[in-house]
């Protein structure tokens, strides 16, 4: 006979599955907040309360729950997707699109208890009762316990009120779960196990020497003094009327990880590493690297907000969300940026910025060729988007601008990391600096200048969807990504993307690195001289304007002091002549004091001020003279009997002054010296460190086998030399100021006269270059002009006789002739207003210059088209600054076909090799002439032209990021004639 047994549950399974699965406290918020984002919320928030029981809100404003759903689904382990239908109903998006579901296994929602024993469960539903649940995560610790014997107690309610009311009876209901309330062969049942789990507890820690509370004690304790209250409630949308659905996860006893986000002090390293550790695990939740200017890409940002805020009485702190984040616009102008797609053959296609330069040529990286790329459906891998932007994090080789180094050093000190998105959704841990899923920093501590990416250095995503990527599923502790076939294909082909990436463009390896380095350097250095010049200007000019704003004030009272001294002067006989010589040692003294620093060219709002002061200080030196004339006179009148012994005492005044003033200033220069030797101590020590540093990991790698002697050798001699090259410029020009000071030159003295000089030749410089950008517009002027003096000429010459014969057409041809004339030699009005970007097609541009060449055209018998591909093609950009190059280059078309002698003449718009392509069957442009197409007036028409057109072409387009230039005539250009080429940044081929 065959007896039917099924499994019994423990109560511990649920602590197994929940707070010992998810790996952390962040991480267990993470898998709340998709759970949310699966209800259609819009946002949620994590709101810490400090108090003496400080407490924790997970709210949100998605569909809610009803009793039952409560009890049938949340209250059920494991009914997720397989169990339910993938497809949430219409009314329960709330006006949102269908959302890929992020939870699979039905256990996300147990991570409530790795925040904290206690939860206040409280959700509602559109057109529903609230529903409330208390839980204490704790009796689920007990082994002794089975599943079944565990009751959690629910309530429904129709006023907010009525939770905090019947908020005891819930504890009550709660602790029925130690004390088996009043089933009789329950309460014996719990009363036992709790028994003999609390004797195990305190045999456990006899050892020790502890005595904690026995757990059901401890228990009974903590639901005694639960206190959550309305504060609580208060940002939950529901609760304050913003929202009629919703749930709220309340959490007391919170864990250690929630509580230091209560503190501000970082003297504590511990909860400082917790700190960092909670932003760097949930910022970025939503996907930051969003394209903005590519509407797909935006379509797959879902709309939800989230949020941390700690709270210090009714005062919140903003600890992370979506209103304190990065965004990829500003990541754009960082210097080494890829972007592009891996497809499912594990080949990535797209294009690479390099050292502030896009290339033109499209990057290309295949999968290691040993790796077999998976087919089959339950283990191949499918397409997803990488993008990764990072820069030179030394100044004096990175190509950016001080400010900018600094603002995106500072980003990557919060934000980096190489991230995994899922359908717009953080996947964990990727992104941490505990995790090396891509071996980059293995890769890194073999040869660091040539694997060159640093996960601490770099802002870098996948981006993957469940429905093209079902095979790429999280662990059930969601650390990372089930170790299964496809998950390793992703490691390699990503790994091969960034180790190929930097040996071709920005590791020590690279050409373009050792092309471009040393110029940049170059560069920088310059650059750097000129900031130092700028600072010393600028303390110069701070100097000034701090002196001379105090010595306005007091300067009027010391002449003030000095003409009371003057008018008053008397001396009655020899014993007031030393006080009265004193006096004016002083005057002289108290005046010299008064001295500014060289007052800059251009004084702007203090030059009243400077005025002022020139005129006091004027008044006080003269009457300093005529105090020390009037001494005289006075002393002679006097005729002193020992005029030997009032000398001696005025040399021992004249000495103590001096002597002070000496002091101060070598006091100052002591205090000065001991910083800077205290400074160059410090740095010596460093970089003497530095090179060791830097070599050890070669030795490891000879170590290892990986290197041999002659190759180790060689590496070491190339590290020495940049290094000794970095110690050289820190040190070098160091020893040249000391030598410089000791041959008493006042570097100071020469900086500022040199800057001086610099900022006269610079004026100088300016005024020369407007004279001639007042010509380059004069000529730019003419250019555009002319094409609308044909139009409007023409349009006069077609009038009826009779109508050109009137005065009113006479005075109007003269008054435009006058008119144009005087046009063609003002400069430009400065236009401003708002640069607008959009999406232009081709159809559009096509439309446009066809109508705006019509007459011309026809006149000419030239035939314009444009392909369906072009018609097709887009781009994202401004309207004003794409039209005039599509002008520029069909009345250069139009020209030239006017001089050919062939019959068939044409002009085409298309697109070849997703590349626009504007061509003409025109004689083309000379062979010798293509070099110098595009520089400014260049030109070979014999009449009408200035050599402006394809120069401003050219900028226009290379403000936009695009390119253009000019191309022979081959077998994939439509026309034989002229073929310009532009390459759009961004343009789509696919559709209108």
């Known amino acids: 006979m065959i007896d039917g047994v099924s499994f ?117 539903r559109i057109n529903a009762p ?36 019947q908020l005891p009876t819930l504890i009550s209901a709660l602790t029925e779960n130690l004390t088996g309330g009043r089933d009789a062969s329950r309460a014996k049942r719990l009363q036992d196990a709790w028994r003999t789990y609390d004797q195990s507890h305190l045999d456990d820690n006899r050892a020790s020497g502890d005595r904690p509370l026995p757990p059901s004690e401890a228990i009974l304790s903590t639901l005694s003094h639960l206190d959550f209250g309305n504060r609580h409630f208060a940002e939950w949308p529901v609760w304050s009327g913003r929202a009629n659905h919703g749930t709220a996860l309340l959490v007391a006893q919170i864990n250690y990880d929630l509580r230091v986000e209560l503190e501000t002090d970082d003297a504590d390293p511990a909860a400082r590493a917790a700190r960092d550790r909670f932003f ?9 690297f969003v394209d903005p200017a590519n509407e797909d890409d935006q379509r797959k940002k879902p709309d939800f907000s989230y949020s941390v805020r700690a709270w210090d009485g009714s005062v919140p702190r903003l600890i992370l969300g979506d209103q304190k984040q990065f965004d990829r616009r500003q990541l754009d102008g960082m210097e080494h940026q890829i972007v592009g797609t891996v497809g499912p053959d594990g080949t990535f296609r797209g294009r690479v910025k390099a050292f502030g330069k896009w290339l033109d040529t499209p990057c290309v990286i295949e999968p290691p060729k040993d790796l077999d790329i998976p087919q089959r459906p339950d283990t191949r891998v499918g397409p997803f988007d990488i993008y990764i932007a990072t820069m030179e994090f030394t100044a004096v080789r990175t190509t950016h601008s001080q400010a900018e180094f600094q603002h995106f050093k500072g980003l990557a000190e919060r934000y980096s990391g190489f991230m995994i998105f899922r359908d717009g959704l953080r996947v964990l841990p990727y992104g941490r600096t505990d995790n090396d899923f891509f ?50 294909t992703l490691k390699l082909v990503v790994s091969q993307i960034l180790e190929q990436s930097a040996r071709r463009y920005f590791g020590s390896d690279s050409d373009i690195r050792q092309e471009l380095l040393p110029q940049i350097t170059e560069s920088n250095k310059a650059r750097r001289a000129s900031e130092d010049r700028n600072k010393l200007r600028q303390k110069q000019r701070q100097e000034f304007r701090g002196k001379l704003r105090r010595f306005s004030q007091e300067l009027p009272e010391l002449v003030r002091e000095l003409e009371n001294y003057a008018q008053n002067l008397h001396i009655a006989d020899e014993s007031q002549i030393s006080k009265a010589q004193q006096d004016l040692e002083i005057f002289r003294e108290r005046a010299a004091d008064f001295r500014l620093p060289g007052a800059p060219k251009s004084l702007g709002s203090l030059e009243e001020a400077y005025t002022s002061y020139r005129d006091s200080a004027r008044a006080a030196n003269v009457l300093v003279e005529t105090i020390s004339q009037e001494l005289d006179a006075q002393i002679e009148r006097v005729a ?13 005044r004249n000495a103590a002054q001096i002597h002070h003033r ?149 005075d109007i041809e003269f008054g435009y002739q006058g008119l144009t004339d005087q046009l063609r030699f003002l400069s430009p009005l400065r236009l401003a207003g708002q640069k607008i970007q959009r999406w232009i097609t081709g159809r559009e541009i096509a439309d446009y210059v066809g109508e705006f060449f019509r007459l011309p055209m026809a006149k000419q018998h030239i035939v314009f088209s444009a392909t369906d591909e072009f018609l097709k093609f887009r781009v994202f950009d401004q ?23 062939e019959s068939d003449r044409k002009i085409v718009l298309c697109v070849v090799d997703d590349e626009i392509v504007v061509s003409d069957s025109g004689p083309g442009v000379d062979a010798d002439d293509v070099a110098s197409l595009f520089g400014l007036f260049f030109t070979r028409k014999t009449r009408g032209g200035r050599g402006v057109g394809l120069y401003l072409s050219r900028a226009n387009l290379a403000a936009g990021g695009h390119r253009i230039r000019y191309e022979s005539p081959t077998s994939k250009m439509p026309l034989k004639g002229a073929n310009f080429i532009i390459s759009f940044r961004g343009a789509e081929f696919d559709g209108e």
């Open 130 to 165: 609230y529903v409330a649940a208390l839980i204490d995560w704790r009796l689920f610790e007990n082994p002794f316990l089975n599943l079944s014997d565990i009751f959690v107690p629910i309530v429904e309610f129709q006023e907010q009120s009525a939770l905090l009311e």
């Open 280 to 288: 760097e695990t949930l910022s970025s939740f939503v996907d930051p």
């Open 8 to 124: 019994q549950t423990k109560a511990r399974t649920v602590d197994h599955l929940g707070r010992e699965q998810i790996a952390d406290c962040p991480t267990a918020i993470s898998e709340l907040w998709k759970n949310a984002f699966d209800a259609y919320a819009r946002k949620v928030e994590l709101n810490i309360y400090d108090g003496e029981d400080p407490v924790a809100v997970i709210s949100d404003d998605g569909h809610g729950m009803s009793r039952s759903e409560l009890v049938g689904r949340w209250l059920v382990v494991g009914t997720e997707s397989k169990a339910t239908s993938d497809s949430t109903p219409i009314a329960d998006r709330l006006g949102l699109p269908e959302r890929t579901r992020q939870g699979q296994k039905g256990i996300g929602r147990l991570s409530c208890a790795n925040l904290g024993p206690i939860l206040l469960l409280v959700s509602k």
């Open 879 to 901: 309207q004003s600054r794409l039209l005039p190059v599509f002008i520029n280059l069909i009345n250069n078309s139009i020209y030239w076909l006017s001089t050919s002698q």
């Open 439 to 488: 071996e980059i920093e293995s890769r890194r501590s073999k040869n660091a200048g040539r694997e060159f990416w640093n996960h601490r250095q770099m802002f870098g995503r996948l981006s993957i969807s469940r429905a093209t990527n079902p095979n790429l599923k999280d662990k059930a502790g969601r650390e990372g990504l089930l170790d299964n076939r496809a998950a390793k």
């Open 662 to 810: 000496i002091k101060v200033w070598a006091r100052t220069i002591d205090e000065l010296q001991k910083a800077e030797f205290k400074r160059i101590r410090d740095l010596v020590g460093l970089r003497n460190k530095h090179f060791h540093s830097e070599a050890e990991p070669l030795l490891a790698r000879f170590d290892r086998g990986e290197l041999g002697f002659a190759e180790t050798s060689k590496l070491m001699d190339h590290m020495k030399s940049r290094v000794d090259s970095d110690n050289a410029d820190i040190f070098q020009p160091y020893i040249g100021a000391l030598e410089s000071l000791k041959e008493s030159i006042d570097l100071e003295q020469l900086a500022v006269f040199s800057m001086e000089e610099v900022s006269d030749m610079r004026a100088e410089l300016d005024r020369l270059n407007a004279l001639a950008q007042l010509g380059i517009a004069v000529e730019i002027v003419g250019h555009e002009l002319q094409a609308y003096d044909d139009i409007i000429g023409d349009g006069l010459g077609k009038l009826p006789d009779e109508v050109r014969s009137s005065r009113a057409v006479k």
């Open 640 to 652: 002193p009997r020992k005029p030997r012994e009032l000398l001696e005492r005025q040399l021992a």
